[in-house]
């Protein structure tokens, strides 16, 4: 009897399971952080391929996004991603952004703010506090790969300080 019952739920168990993991998969499945940023005119490529979960309120646009770990990538400047970034995603602009900075002249400046003109004069501008970068937008067509670095900021504010 009480074997019998062991036999009979477990199977349950593990059907509703399953049912949960394809819903996830689904889920996730559906969008991307990547479609998002394409529906508000922004370039894919402004963040990483190594993604791997984003959160959006659709209302406010407020934004996250997760990765294993911090990395660089290179554009024409090298650019540092911590493995949580936040900000507010609008039309042609991403603002109050966090987790993000450029490399200047071996110094690193936090990139608080990221826009495109509309209509597109082919520039990005990367508001890095004490001037307004402008990039190729060319430059962002894809998500570019991602070096882990953990400590490419870290040495780079040292550098500054000396
Ligand atoms: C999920 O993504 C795969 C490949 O990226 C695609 O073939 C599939 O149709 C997608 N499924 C849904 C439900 O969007
Ligand atoms: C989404 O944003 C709206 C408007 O700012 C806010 O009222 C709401 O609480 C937010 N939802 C979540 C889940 O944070």
């Known amino acids: 009897m009480g074997m019998a019952c062991g036999v009979s739920i477990f199977p349950l168990v593990f059907a509703m399971s399953v049912t949960c993991l394809l819903m996830v ?6 969008t991307t952080i990547y479609e998002e940023l394409r529906a508000r005119g922004l370039p894919v490529g402004l963040l990483p391929k190594e993604i791997v979960r984003y959160s959006i309120n659709a209302s406010s646009g ?5 990765m294993e ?5 290179k554009f024409e400047n090298e650019v540092h ?12 602009r ?5 987790g993000v900075s450029a490399q200047e002249l071996f110094l690193w400046f936090p990139v608080k703010g990221i826009r ?7 520039l990005i501008h ?3 506090g004490v001037a307004d970068k402008q990039f190729s937008l060319s430059l962002f067509e894809d998500p570019p790969d991602c070096a882990p670095q953990v400590n490419a900021h870290v040495e780079g504010e040292l550098r500054a300080a000396w």
């Open 116 to 122: 495109v003109d509309v209509p597109s004069s082919g």
């Open 62 to 66: 407020e934004f996250q996004v997760w």
């Open 126 to 128: 990367f508001d890095v």
């Open 94 to 98: 991403i603002g109050e952004l966090s």
């Open 81 to 92: 991603y911590e493995s949580n970034i936040k900000g507010i995603l609008g039309y042609g």
């Open 69 to 73: 770990q911090p990395c660089n990538a």
């Open 25 to 30: 998969a689904k889920c996730s499945n559906s």
